[in-house]
């Protein structure tokens, strides 16, 4: 139901949307504060969660709050106490564990993924631990996603550490017991298809892409999406690849939820020489396919114009490229960049199969990359894009920067992950850090672009024709889906990190969000962006409508 918030973008096709639609654009200049909660220290990207009127909040360090959705009174907490050597080692820091993004809400529990690598169910009316399954050693592999329930299957990606050989998984746990079902390696086993695209690299070298988002579910086409992330070390001439794709980094892979077993996969970057990972969301809709051919880079000459196809959409990874596939069978649609990018160089417009430029690839340890774009940072990361389907449109925070990357050494350390000095630089030409785009999911077009100096993160789309988000420079607004006019802002305290949602408590609409900053993209931004913001202080602020506020509201500034 629209009034419930059950999983971490809203439904399982990862559309960031809310049917509710009682905050509109004619109204949404009288919305306020309702109530906040204080959350755990550490950096904070959390979703809540809400079913029946109770919010579940995951915080930092794996605690999770149960409280009134409608006031944010306490019911219960559950605190994890992570074994010593790992709260000691710095792994945690390292693989940004103690982010704790989203749980998930099945029957009468929560599953949640920990930064001790285990999976748990916890009971959702007391919060007591029902199991706790492993996921792999704690000072190798780690979360800082969630869960997806999928047919009675809790679904889990994870990072792995450059020690652990073999690369990381995707796998499967049964909701009832916590038997782990399947495994889904990311790196394929000597003898499996794609083997031989890591070259000549021992399999034992073969380290690290993992899959540390959350995937989408199909239940037509009964199939998982899960985005992947890239391989280590970063160059090529250290991780001995030579020009091998080395799969299966930077792609999608549709999986069969019963099994495990692989039903096709889409690489969107092969040979990554610059930590551009893929693993965020797959948004699933149903579409005419109509690329603009002044919007659209490369478009599928096969595809059938102004046919309504079930897709898959939206910037999976930190190129910025809007990648469009047929989610059934995994065949290419149409793609276009949004941010400066000069990693791709061309598209082929039959297969969608990439060729990367290969002047920013260094053929020597004392080669130099140049000018890389973007950043390891993004172009896109984490922060999600939500979307709409009365515009058809999904509204995408972006990152104008790019990179000067250094091999740090000839001799690579698996304790040092990718290899790289990546030294960040804004994009040529560009003054703003931010930029949020919607973009017509049917046609490629840009609907509305909106541009500022802060970064931008996570958004969330309603049936009240708004989408709301916010920025590295403490501001949460609404924008009006169609304009991109800001209808309503707010100055909170912190970093707007979390990813917004929208629920119903008591007949009232609210609107709700996590911020206080301290994560991994925010003190970047800022410091390109010339502001001094604090992070920390973390807290989750819930809006609602008020008849005692203000409704000539003028947007304070970018």
């Known amino acids: ?28 200049s009288k919305l306020d504060l309702a109530w906040s909660f204080p959350m755990e220290k550490g950096p904070n990207e959390a979703t809540p969660v809400v079913r029946d009127g109770v919010m579940f909040l995951p915080s930092p360090g794996d605690v999770i709050h149960a409280m009134d959705a409608a006031t944010g009174d306490l019911i219960w907490e559950y605190r ?191 040979r990554d020489n610059w930590d551009l990972d893929h693993p965020y969301e797959r948004i699933l ?70 060729t990367v430029n290969e002047s920013i690839i260094p053929r020597s340890l004392e080669d130099d990359y140049g000018l890389v774009c973007p950043g390891a940072s993004g172009g896109k990361n984490w922060p999600a894009s939500s979307y709409s389907p009365r515009t058809m449109a999904f509204y995408a925070p972006l990152q104008n920067l790019c990179m000067e990357p250094v091999i740090a050494s000839p001799e690579w350390d698996p304790e040092s992950l990718y290899g790289v000095a990546f030294n960040g630089k804004m994009a040529p030409g560009m003054e703003g850090v931010g930029r949020l785009e919607a973009v017509s999911a049917s046609t490629g077009r840009t609907l509305w672009a909106f541009d500022e100096n802060a970064g931008l993160f996570s958004t969330l789309t309603t049936a009240g024709d708004l989408v709301f988000g916010g920025n590295s420079n403490r501001r949460f607004r609404a924008f009006d889906a169609e304009t991109g006019e800001i209808l309503w802002e707010t100055i909170v305290n912190g970093p707007v990190t979390g990813f917004p949602i929208s629920y119903e408590a008591d007949g009232e609409q609210y609107v709700a969000v996590a911020v206080g900053g301290g994560d991994l993209l925010s003190g970047g931004h800022n410091a390109y962006a010339g502001y001094r913001v604090r992070a920390g202080s973390n807290m989750l602020f819930a809006f609602r409508m008020s008849e005692t506020a203000s409704d000539d509201r003028v947007p304070v500034g970018r």
Request: net charge negative; aromatic share 10%; with cysteine.
């Open 80 to 270: 994890r106490e992570w074994p010593e050597d790992l709260r000691t080692s710095g792994y945690l820091t390292r693989t940004a564990s103690p982010i704790n993004r989203s749980i998930a809400l099945y029957g009468d529990s929560i599953y949640a993924t920990t930064g001790d690598a285990y999976v748990i169910r916890l009971n959702a009316s007391t919060g007591e631990l029902v199991w706790e399954s492993p996921s792999g050693h704690h000072l190798e592999t780690s979360h800082s996603t969630g869960p997806i329930i999928v047919k009675g299957k809790v679904i889990s990606g994870r990072t792995c550490a450059a020690t652990l050989p073999g690369g990381c998984w995707i796998m499967a746990h049964d909701a009832e017991d916590g038997r782990e079902l399947w495994k889904f390696y990311l790196i394929p086993r000597p003898g499996e298809p794609g083997y031989e695209s890591w070259g000549d690299v021992p399999f034992e070298m073969r380290r690290h892409v993992g899959a540390w988002h959350t995937g989408s579910y199909d239940p037509e086409t009964d199939l998982i999406y899960w985005g992947t992330s890239v391989p280590a070390p970063s160059p090529e001439v250290l991780r001995g690849s030579g020009d091998g794709h080395v799969l299966y980094s930077n792609s999608t892979v549709a999986l069969e939820p019963d099994t495990g077993r692989l039903e096709w996969y889409f690489q969107h970057l092969p």
């Open 285 to 354: 809709a149903d579409v005419p396919v109509s690329p603009d051919p002044e919007a659209a880079w490369v478009i599928n000459p096969d595809v059938p114009f102004g046919e309504t196809r079930k897709v898959l959409t939206g910037i999976p990874g930190k190129t910025g490229v809007v990648w469009t596939l047929d989610r059934e069978t995994g065949q290419f649609l149409w793609a276009r960049a949004t941010v400066f990018q000069n990693v791709i160089a061309a598209i082929d417009p039959e297969t969608g199969g990439v």
């Open 1 to 28: 139901p629209a009034e419930d918030w059950l999983m971490f973008r809203g439904n399982l096709s990862s559309w960031g949307y809310s049917g509710l639609d009682k905050i509109t654009r004619d109204n949404v």
